[in-house]
Protein backbone atom coordinates (compact mmCIF):
# COMPACT_ATOMS: atom_id res chain seq x y z
CA UNK A 1 0.00 0.00 0.00
CA UNK A 2 1.60 3.42 -1.35
CA UNK A 3 1.69 6.11 1.66
CA UNK A 4 3.07 9.68 0.76
CA UNK A 5 3.59 12.06 3.72
CA UNK A 6 4.28 15.64 2.68
CA UNK A 7 6.40 18.29 4.51
CA UNK A 8 8.20 21.48 4.27
CA UNK A 9 5.30 23.82 4.52
CA UNK A 10 6.01 26.68 6.47
CA UNK A 11 4.96 30.63 6.58
CA UNK A 12 7.12 32.49 3.87
CA UNK A 13 7.28 36.33 3.20
CA UNK A 14 6.85 37.31 -0.52
CA UNK A 15 10.04 36.53 -2.66
CA UNK A 16 11.04 33.94 -0.38
CA UNK A 17 11.64 30.48 -1.13
CA UNK A 18 10.63 27.10 0.45
CA UNK A 19 11.11 23.32 -0.89
CA UNK A 20 8.68 20.65 0.17
CA UNK A 21 9.13 16.98 0.09
CA UNK A 22 7.01 13.89 -0.67
CA UNK A 23 8.29 10.33 0.87
CA UNK A 24 6.77 7.75 -0.43
CA UNK A 25 6.50 4.10 1.24
CA UNK A 26 5.29 0.53 0.42
CA UNK A 27 6.39 1.07 -3.53
CA UNK A 28 9.26 3.35 -5.01
CA UNK A 29 8.26 6.65 -6.83
CA UNK A 30 9.44 5.72 -10.07
CA UNK A 31 6.46 3.27 -9.83
CA UNK A 32 3.98 6.30 -10.36
CA UNK A 33 3.09 9.42 -11.71
CA UNK A 34 3.77 11.88 -8.90
CA UNK A 35 2.22 15.45 -8.89
CA UNK A 36 1.75 17.97 -6.83
CA UNK A 37 -1.47 20.16 -6.09
CA UNK A 38 -2.89 23.10 -4.36
CA UNK A 39 -5.75 23.76 -2.55
CA UNK A 40 -6.54 27.35 -0.60
CA UNK A 41 -9.63 28.47 1.37
CA UNK A 42 -12.65 28.55 -0.79
CA UNK A 43 -11.23 27.18 -4.15
CA UNK A 44 -10.94 24.02 -5.96
CA UNK A 45 -8.18 21.54 -5.76
CA UNK A 46 -5.56 22.32 -8.22
CA UNK A 47 -2.53 20.70 -10.01
CA UNK A 48 0.60 22.26 -9.44
CA UNK A 49 3.44 20.14 -11.02
CA UNK A 50 3.75 16.71 -11.83
CA UNK A 51 6.72 14.57 -12.82
CA UNK A 52 6.34 11.11 -14.97
CA UNK A 53 7.20 7.55 -13.56
CA UNK A 54 10.25 7.50 -15.85
CA UNK A 55 11.31 11.15 -14.68
CA UNK A 56 11.36 11.95 -18.39
CA UNK A 57 8.40 14.10 -18.35
CA UNK A 58 7.54 16.98 -16.16
CA UNK A 59 4.54 19.91 -15.90
CA UNK A 60 3.62 23.16 -14.83
CA UNK A 61 0.75 25.24 -13.87
CA UNK A 62 1.17 28.40 -15.90
CA UNK A 63 0.69 29.95 -12.52
CA UNK A 64 3.89 28.32 -11.56
CA UNK A 65 6.21 27.82 -14.24
CA UNK A 66 9.49 29.61 -14.15
CA UNK A 67 9.14 29.88 -10.09
CA UNK A 68 9.09 25.96 -8.74
CA UNK A 69 10.71 22.85 -9.85
CA UNK A 70 9.57 19.29 -9.06
CA UNK A 71 12.26 16.75 -9.24
CA UNK A 72 13.00 13.48 -7.23
CA UNK A 73 15.60 11.41 -5.30
CA UNK A 74 15.11 7.77 -6.05
CA UNK A 75 17.55 6.79 -3.27
CA UNK A 76 15.56 8.58 -0.67
CA UNK A 77 11.55 7.71 -2.26
CA UNK A 78 11.21 11.37 -2.50
CA UNK A 79 9.50 13.87 -4.92
CA UNK A 80 10.39 17.27 -4.40
CA UNK A 81 8.62 20.96 -5.05
CA UNK A 82 11.29 23.96 -5.10
CA UNK A 83 9.62 26.90 -4.90
CA UNK A 84 10.81 30.33 -5.41
CA UNK A 85 9.49 33.81 -5.59
CA UNK A 86 6.42 32.96 -3.35
CA UNK A 87 3.51 34.97 -3.93
CA UNK A 88 0.83 35.82 -1.71
CA UNK A 89 -1.46 33.64 -3.93
CA UNK A 90 0.71 30.63 -3.84
CA UNK A 91 -1.22 30.05 -0.20
CA UNK A 92 -2.85 26.73 -0.35
CA UNK A 93 -2.52 23.47 1.57
CA UNK A 94 -0.33 21.37 -1.05
CA UNK A 95 -0.56 17.94 -1.50
CA UNK A 96 1.40 15.63 -2.94
CA UNK A 97 -0.69 12.65 -4.88
CA UNK A 98 0.48 9.61 -7.21
CA UNK A 99 -1.41 7.44 -9.56
CA UNK A 100 -0.32 4.21 -12.17
CA UNK A 101 -0.64 4.68 -15.74
CA UNK A 102 -2.24 7.66 -16.75
CA UNK A 103 0.42 10.65 -17.30
CA UNK A 104 0.60 14.33 -16.20
CA UNK A 105 -1.64 16.10 -18.01
CA UNK A 106 -4.30 14.06 -17.06
CA UNK A 107 -3.97 13.61 -13.33
CA UNK A 108 -3.21 17.34 -13.17
CA UNK A 109 -5.99 18.50 -15.01
CA UNK A 110 -8.35 15.48 -13.13
CA UNK A 111 -7.36 15.38 -9.49
CA UNK A 112 -10.44 13.09 -9.44
CA UNK A 113 -8.22 10.04 -11.65
CA UNK A 114 -5.83 9.78 -8.74
CA UNK A 115 -5.88 7.19 -5.94
CA UNK A 116 -2.89 8.38 -3.52
CA UNK A 117 -3.07 11.59 -1.38
CA UNK A 118 -0.94 12.54 1.55
CA UNK A 119 -2.37 14.71 4.04
CA UNK A 120 -0.83 18.08 2.73
CA UNK A 121 1.17 20.78 4.00
CA UNK A 122 -0.07 24.46 4.89
CA UNK A 123 1.73 26.96 2.48
CA UNK A 124 1.34 30.68 4.04
CA UNK A 125 3.27 33.80 1.84
CA UNK A 126 2.25 36.92 3.82
CA UNK A 127 4.25 39.78 5.05
Known amino acids: QLQLVESGGAWVQPGGSLRLSCTAS????????IGWFRQAPGKEREGVSCISSSGDSTNYADSVKGRFTISRDIRKNTVYLQMNNLKPEDTAVYYC????????????????????WGQGTQVTVSS
Open 26 to 33: GVTVDAYT
Open 97 to 116: AARKYLGCVVITTVPKVVNY
